[in-house]
């Protein structure tokens, strides 16, 4: 085919150009460390990296929300602690009671001691969590969990959280626990039981309140472990999230990431490409100089 | 001594046709760069004559040119600008849709990711202002998406009444070198008609032909005249009766006109409106749905579950009045945005630490079958969307760079055939100069031979 010299020399500008774009890219890969920009890049990978990132970010706030969960049923964890210890000092104070060489006047001391260890477990029982609600109080989270006298106010509904992609799990525990509503004692109640056989002087009354102490001692144990259970269960889902999103990031990476080696060896080829283009170019040049 | 003088003859018909030839290797040179420009060449014939007093006569110079190619080559460019005009928009479109600070995608995940974080805390003033704070994010992004598709329509309306207003130049430049050519012959008329008509193609694709009355008749649009021998009709956009925000094209002639939007087959006018009605149109519908579907979805969840006042009923988001302009008119409930407390975290029954509305609107926010017909969740039609355009951008690019190849090697061919070698040129003015030079002696020594013949007389 026959070339003219105008010809020869676009083509080698079109070839230098050609190649300085792909030198330009390549190096753009390289320091960028992103090898689809752009939706036109690779539609397909670009996707599966919006896609994965995206879903990064969701995880990542239900993390968030794990961990305001753990953190809120720790704090339940420590004020059932406090009320099982009043519970502990009540069971003590009712051995006291009982005891056959105490008097009325004696009794009715030990009393007073049992309704301040009243106030006290109340007071630990209504304690709010990160967003002002009583921890205790189910859905009820703008009430306190027990009055002043001792009776449950909230209601038996657990709050979930979201744990994983369509996966949920109860982050709380419901005061209901605490009373009579699902077959057990009233906890806080025992305490008036108490009190009330010792001021009255009431012997059988105290020996009698033993046992319900008991029962009461085992049912915030109880929920103490449900407590605790529900924490390894976030524990666990929070684990299982942290390995999905490392998942999620390497499918990224995968996706839209570059290489570096790739990227580095890339740009490479590129750059010898370039500096040849731009030689033979130079060649066309010297050859097509009027002599 | 008749002889003599008939030599004279010779040797002046010999140095003006060698003259010829150098005038048109100057031409030829002096247009070495001119974009269009198709070499000629002189012909040189001997002429009859008695017996060794023959002589040499140039023709009119021939143009270096083939009817055929120059119609690939106009071909080509048509398909060349439709490509190029439609990569460049969707390209820019693209950029708009994905340079915005969150993209539509990542807009519905960060108000979902908001509503996971809530859910822990239902009763958070802070939280609850973070997801509203997410909802206005989410529709001013779906909002400046929908003004980003409408804009790059509204200037492909504008580019394709500028491309008109050129094409219609370019049609009376086609018509004026048909008249001038039908009174000139001179080759240059025809070069300057054919790079009119391939930039005319460039612009609106079409046919043209040159009849055997020597004018050149350009069609377009499946039939459409546009240039008929020394007339030229216009092209000019007009509101679409059907759809006024889109303009149409049509070829006017006078008082009569004829709508060639859906017929064009080629050229920048095409690839513009292959845009707008196409890949554009697509993302601007897909977003108005994706609009629709996530406020009637949410909206349902959250009028089923009750705020901290315990009041149920309200809606998260403006509700649409219908799918077409969702996008655009998407807002957050101006009773919810200026007070978050509203928002349905509980459920009904519920108090108001409860969650039952919080994780109802997190499980929609997880569920795969609210979007794209069912078959996708708000996120993955997000993502859909948006890669449908990178998608049409791709193959729009794939395409160009095809037609840009396809131009180039026609531009080799041409080259080959019509292009002015500088080096082929020089040869020939050397060998043209190297003629004329030797007629001139052959002139001078016939010359001489009369005077000796004259002084021995």
């Known amino acids: 085919m026959r070339i003219t010299e105008s010809r020869m020399m676009e083509l080698a500008a079109a070839q230098v150009a050609d190649s300085r774009d792909k030198a330009a890219q390549a190096q753009q890969v390289l320091s960028s460390g992103t090898k689809v920009a752009a939706p036109s890049d690779d539609p397909a990978a670009w996707a599966d990296g919006q896609r994965a990132a995206i879903r990064q970010t969701m995880s990542q706030s239900r993390g968030q929300a794990i961990s305001m969960a753990v953190s809120s049923l720790q704090q339940t964890d420590s004020m059932l602690s406090q009320a099982s210890s009043s519970l502990t000092q009540l069971g003590a104070l009712a051995v006291q009671g009982a005891t056959g060489t105490l008097d009325a006047t004696q009794r009715q001391g030990i009393a007073v001691q049992v309704r301040s260890l009243k106030e006290i477990a109340i007071d630990a029982l209504n304690q709010k969590g990160p967003d002002g609600s009583y921890l205790l109080s189910g859905t009820q989270g703008n009430v306190a969990a027990f009055s002043a006298g001792g009776v449950y106010q909230g209601d038996g509904t657990v709050r979930n959280l979201p744990i994983a992609e369509s996966a949920s799990a109860p982050g709380a525990v419901s005061g209901q626990d605490l009373t009579t509503a699902n077959g057990g004692v009233d906890v806080l109640g025992v305490f008036d039981t108490l009190a009330a056989a010792l001021n009255a002087n009431d012997v059988p009354g105290i020996q009698a309140a033993l046992g319900t102490i008991q029962q009461a001692i085992g049912q915030l144990s109880t929920l103490h472990t449900q407590v605790g259970s529900r924490l390894s269960a976030l524990q666990n889902a929070d684990d299982a999230r942290q390995a999905f999103e490392i998942n999620l990031a390497n499918q990224h990476a995968a996706a839209v990431e570059a290489d570096p080696v790739t990227a580095a060896s890339n740009l490479t080829r590129a750059s010898t490409v370039l500096q040849s283009s731009q030689a033979a170019a130079q060649q066309i040049i010297a050859m097509l100089q009027p002599r | ?457």
């Open chain 2, 1 to 457: 001594m008749s002889g003599l003088l008939q030599l004279l003859g010779v040797g002046a018909s010999a140095f003006q046709a060698q003259n010829a030839g150098i005038a048109v290797a100057g031409r030829n040179i002096a247009n070495v760069n001119t974009e269009g420009y198709s070499r000629e060449d002189i012909n040189l014939a001997a002429q009859l004559g008695p017996p060794l007093v023959g002589g040499v006569i140039a023709n009119d110079p021939t143009r270096a040119q083939s009817a055929i190619l120059a119609g690939r080559e106009r071909d080509a460019a048509g398909s060349s600008g439709m490509a190029s005009s439609q990569a460049s928009a969707l390209s820019s479109l693209q950029d708009n849709l994905t340079g915005l600070g969150a993209n539509v995608a990542q807009a519905v995940g960060d108000f979902f990711a908001a509503a996971n974080r809530l859910s822990v805390a239902s009763a958070s003033a802070s939280l609850r202002q973070a997801l509203v704070d997410k909802a206005q994010a989410l529709a001013q992004t779906l909002q400046a998406s929908a003004h980003a598709v409408a804009q790059a329509q509204s200037e492909a309306n504008q580019r394709i009444a500028d491309l008109g207003a050129k094409a219609s130049q370019l049609a009376q430049q086609v018509a004026a070198a048909n008249k001038a050519l039908a009174t000139n012959a001179d080759p240059v008329l025809a070069d300057q008609r054919d790079q009119a008509a391939k930039q005319l193609a460039s612009i609106v694709g079409g046919q043209a032909r040159i009849d055997s009355d020597g004018m050149m008749r350009v069609t377009v649009g499946g039939g459409a005249v546009l240039v008929d021998g020394i007339k030229a009709m216009s092209v000019q956009t007009a509101a679409n009766p059907t759809n006024p925000t889109q303009v149409s094209v049509n070829i006017v002639d006078g008082s009569s006109k004829i709508d060639v939007t859906k017929t064009l087959d080629g050229g920048q006018i095409a690839g513009e409106i292959a845009f707008r009605d196409g890949a554009a149109q697509t993302a601007a519908n897909d977003l108005d749905q994706l609009a629709s579907d996530i406020a009637t979805q949410v909206n349902a969840v959250h009028s089923a579950n009750a705020g901290l006042d315990g009041v149920t009923g309200r809606n998260l988001f403006t509700p649409p009045a219908g799918v077409a302009g969702a996008a655009a008119n998407f807002a957050v409930d101006p009773s919810i945005a200026a007070d978050p407390s509203k928002l349905a975290t509980a459920a009904p029954g519920e108090g108001t630490s409860g969650t039952g509305g919080i994780m109802a609107l997190v499980a929609l926010g997880d569920a795969s079958n609210v979007a794209g017909g069912g078959a996708r969740s708000f996120v993955d039609e997000g993502v859909r969307m948006l890669s449908a355009v990178g998608s049409a951008a791709s193959a729009a690019n794939t395409a160009q760079t095809a037609e840009s190849a396809r131009v180039s090697s026609l531009a080799s061919v041409r080259d080959s055939l019509s292009g002015v070698s500088q080096q082929d040129e020089l040869a020939k003015l050397a060998s043209f100069q190297h003629a004329a030079e030797a007629a001139t002696q052959f002139i001078s020594t016939v010359n001489n031979l009369l005077d000796n013949m004259i002084q021995t007389l």
